[in-house]
């Protein structure tokens, strides 16, 4: 993959934390997320630092807990059976 620092012919644009103790890399090539079915996803769009760190936080919560399905995209989202169903279909949830 080819990142750049800045120039928009990238597929990425690395960008230094604060205190410059790490770097987060914003993809944002429309050709990279065509290529995963989501051409017009938000997450193209790029956020405040502050974002971005709430945003791996969740991921990191949710990769961390087997019990929780991890929905990213808009189809999977309303894919998934409301509340009522999965109250129906598994015994004991809450």
């Given at each position: 993959?080819?990142?750049?620092?800045?120039?928009?012919?990238?597929?990425?644009?690395?960008?230094?934390?604060?205190?410059?103790?790490?770097?987060?890399?914003h993809?944002?090539s429309?050709?990279?997320?065509?290529?995963?079915?989501?051409?017009?996803?938000?997450?193209?769009?790029?956020?405040?630092?502050?974002?971005?760190?709430?945003?791996?936080?969740?991921?990191?919560?949710?990769?961390?807990?087997?019990?929780?399905?991890?929905?990213?995209?808009?189809?999977?989202?309303?894919?998934?059976?409301?509340?009522?169903?999965?109250?129906?279909?598994?015994?004991?949830?809450?």
């Amino acid at each position: 993959m080819r990142f750049s620092t800045g120039s928009s012919g990238g597929f990425a644009v690395a960008v230094d934390c604060i205190h410059n103790r790490a770097r987060l890399y914003h993809v944002h090539s429309k050709l990279l997320y065509h290529a995963i079915g989501e051409p017009d996803s938000r997450y193209r769009r790029a956020v405040p630092a502050r974002a971005a760190a709430e945003r791996l936080m969740r991921l990191d919560a949710a990769l961390t807990s087997s019990h929780c399905d991890w929905l990213t995209t808009r189809s999977e989202k309303l894919a998934y059976p409301p509340l009522e169903d999965r109250r129906r279909v598994v015994p004991g949830w809450r």
